[in-house]
Structure formats: C-alpha cells, structure tokens
C-alpha cells in the first residue's frame, strides 16, 4: 500500500488564494459544448452554449480556476476569447470545435463580481487582444503552469 502525508487546501495550492482584479493569464483546462449525456449545452433560454474553464494567474501571482459561458448569439464574445489566443482566423467559419480550445493561452482582465454570499469573488470581464497584450506586458501569455516546469525527474 503506498502511503502519503495528507495537507491541508492551503498546503496544497499555496498560490490558489483569492485572485485579484487587473489583468491575468490564463490556460484553457477543458471546453464542453455537450452535457454529460451527450446533449447540446444549452443556456435557461434555450440558446446553444458553450462552457469554457480557465486556469488563471493575476499580477499577483495568485491562481485560480473559473468558467465563463459562450452563447452562439453572442459572436463578440467569442471574437474576443478567439483574439485572445491568437486564433481570430477561426472566427470566420462560424463554428468552433470545443476540444481546439484547450491548453490555449491568453490575457484577461478579471473584475469583481458583486454578491452579497460572495463579496471577495471575481469573473472575467474581457479577454485581451494579442496586440492589447503585448502593448501592456510587453510579451506574449505564458501558460500559467510554466512555474510548475521544476519536477526534479
């Protein structure tokens, strides 16, 4: 039987505490535009969705995991996620395979979400242009595990 210490949350993911408003980056984790019996997603209304989970790291180093919804109404948005990765030449086609988005990089700038259960909770409120990004950090997104590259094997 292999034994291991067993830690805390915190010990853990020393760094996963409570992202900050500003800019991050981000790594896509996973993408589903299907529910786990196969379904099309589909939001309250009725509309296509797509469910997207973002691995973020802010200014701070601070890291977390969010999701953020895209509607097939709302083609800015996706633009903009699209931008974001610098994958806006697959816009044109007008569909978007869910599985190509992941391990895909970017910026986001993340605003705080105000509710009362939650007062401290931030979302994505834009996601950052190629260009954009480059202007501000002068450099491209790096993928927010990068600092996880030391395993010692």
Excluded at 39 to 49: C, I, P, R, Y
Excluded at 63 to 92: M, R, T, V
Excluded at 95 to 114: E, I, R, T, W, Y
């Amino acid at each position: 039987m292999f034994k291991y210490q067993v830690l805390s949350d915190a010990e853990l993911h020393p760094n996963q505490s409570k992202l900050k408003e500003g800019f991050a980056t981000f790594k896509i984790i996973d993408a589903n535009d299907k529910d786990k019996y196969n379904n099309v997603l589909t939001s309250k209304a009725g509309n296509q969705m797509m469910e997207v989970k973002f691995l973020l790291r802010d200014n701070l180093g601070n890291e977390g995991i969010l999701k953020d919804y895209f509607l097939a109404d709302q083609s800015w948005k996706i633009h903009k996620l699209l931008s974001a990765i610098n994958k806006a030449h697959w816009y044109k086609s007008g569909a978007l395979q869910a599985s190509d988005l992941k391990n895909q990089v970017g910026q986001c700038m993340l605003k705080a979400d105000p509710s009362p259960q939650y007062p401290e909770k931030v979302k994505i409120g834009s996601y950052v242009e190629q260009e954009q990004a480059e202007t501000v950090n002068n450099q491209a997104p790096r993928d927010p595990l990068d600092t996880l590259d030391d395993i010692p094997f």
